[in-house]
């Protein structure tokens, strides 16, 4: 049976990536720092506590995975918010605290996870990044930047590992549903003196779709990039995101 890693699979895009590659066949394993969330998974799932900036923690769950056999696909999905702040009110350490989560944490993921691909001489490597990582977003430079910076690794990877048939990719998404948007929705609003809703609004209407995607789908598109039906995607970002047309609206 084909296995996965998932950092950060607990809740969110995580939990969706784990239902859908669990449905594919794959033998799931997650790792998350909430402890309750990943009491909450599915009784058949690999948990692990981990925090996935933690150099100590990737390397024991590496290693754990790597006596069960390895890992044929890594879904390097682990990521916070940050701060929404102009950037010179951010204070470093809170620029430090969602870089190292969302850049660092995806590093760590795959420095681990590309010798036991390259052992078994195949594998897929998913990134989570956003539409942030493509476009910038006003208030949000610390989350921005490791998000930008995260496609320069997974590119960096795919020329790397390539040789090796490991592919690596890049997914995007959009604004999506859920309990971490929320808090998103309210820092914005707090921030440029609108609503919760007229922000919401204003996410929406800057997609040529109108709408916010689900977790469902970037889960959907993780587990193409997984499959043999993108044997030759490699190095690619691809955004689910309705396709955003500004990504700074003002209403």
Partial sequence: MARVLITAGASGIGRA???GFAAAGYE???TDVNEAGLGELPTDWITHRANAASEEDMRAVFAAIAAAGGVDVLCANAG?????AKVEDVELADWQ???SVN???AFLAAKYAAPLMKAAGKGAIVVTSSTAGQYGYPNRAPYSAAKWAVIGLTKTLAMEL???GI???VICPGAVEGPRIEGVLEREAAAKGMTRDEVYQGYASGTSMGRFV??????NMAVFLASDAARLVSGQVIAVDGHTENPDPKV
């Fill in 167 to 169: 592919r690596a990719n």
């Fill in 80 to 84: 916070v918010a940050g701060p929404t």
């Fill in 214 to 219: 689900e977790a469902g789908d970037i889960a």
């Fill in 17 to 19: 990536m784990g239902e």
């Fill in 162 to 164: 390539g040789p090796h």
């Fill in 97 to 99: 605290a969602c870089v």
């Fill in 103 to 105: 850049l660092e944490g």
């Fill in 28 to 30: 799931v394993w997650v």
